[in-house]
């Protein structure tokens, strides 16, 4: 959370602000014998809001994973996926328009919860050389994506590559998923997923995106966060698309 207030004669300037974040991650790894089932929860949102301004979203995912795979050998698997990613609350693009001499904030909707979201199913090989690092090959992977609000493309053309009065588009494609998670020096630990989607219809323009986390723990319930987003998908912007926060908040862990 953070919160700061200025009189209106602040000589040093600043804006009257409040913002709020949350983020939830569960991840479960069962491993029996030559099986295991991997599920992971990643929840985020939060909002700010300047004075005079509307309220903007710092964040907002919804995603779900889980696999189950199969011993291969000591570093190769065969493994089936299934995954979910969404948004919680609607996304706007901001502009200024002038009514009776006085200006004032649009906001236009250009995404919601399920507009778009996406569902993927993967088959293939996984190369899992140590607990840290994993990397998926999806040789036979499907995705659905959905648009269920039908208005959308009315303020984003693209319509997230679902065809106009449609709510969902199916691709075939290679993906490939790079996951490492690490504790790399005492109380600092870096997480990193790499996705890359290459519909088998238009190699020439693949998705690509990468999540990058670092998590310092000051002390049991204080940490640091500083976490980035840098993503190429032309169904939404043909320019790399690019986030970016810092949080000091408190960490709870559940036991286990």
């Known amino acids: 959370m953070n919160q700061a207030s200025f009189s209106d004669n602040w000589s040093g300037g600043g804006i009257t602000s409040l913002a709020v974040g949350t983020s939830f991650n569960y991840k479960t790894d069962y491993t029996k014998g030559d099986k295991s089932y991997v599920s992971e929860v990643i929840l985020q949102y939060g909002k700010i809001k300047n004075k005079g301004q509307l309220q903007r979203k710092t964040n907002d995912r ?5 696999k189950v795979a199969l011993k291969l050998s000591k570093s190769w698997n065969f493994f089936g996926s299934v995954n979910f990613e969404s948004q919680f609350d609607r996304g706007f693009a901001y502009s200024t328009i002038t009514e009776d001499d006085v200006k004032r904030e649009k906001a236009t909707t250009i995404s ?3 507009s778009p979201g996406y569902l993927t199913e993967s088959l293939g090989l996984e190369f899992r050389p140590s607990r840290y690092y994993s990397l998926r090959i999806g040789t036979g992977t499907a995705r659905q994506t959905f648009v269920l609000d039908k208005n959308i493309y009315k303020n984003i053309a693209k319509n ?3 065809d106009t009065g449609k709510v969902v588009r199916n691709e075939l494609a290679f993906q490939l998923v790079s996951n490492f998670e690490k504790e790399v020096m005492p109380n600092l630990v ?4 790499y996705t890359m989607f290459a519909n088998y219809e238009k190699l020439r323009s693949i998705d690509q995106r990468l999540d990058l986390t670092m998590i310092a723990k000051v002390n049991r319930l204080i940490n640091v966060t500083v976490a980035g987003v840098v993503l190429y998908d032309d169904d939404a912007s043909r320019k790399i698309q690019a986030s970016q926060s810092i949080s000091l908040g408190i960490l709870y862990k559940f036991p286990y």
């Open 160 to 162: 997230y590559g679902v």
């Open 62 to 66: 919804l995603y779900w994973d889980n």
């Open 190 to 193: 870096v997480k990193s997923v």
């Open 112 to 114: 919601r919860f399920m």
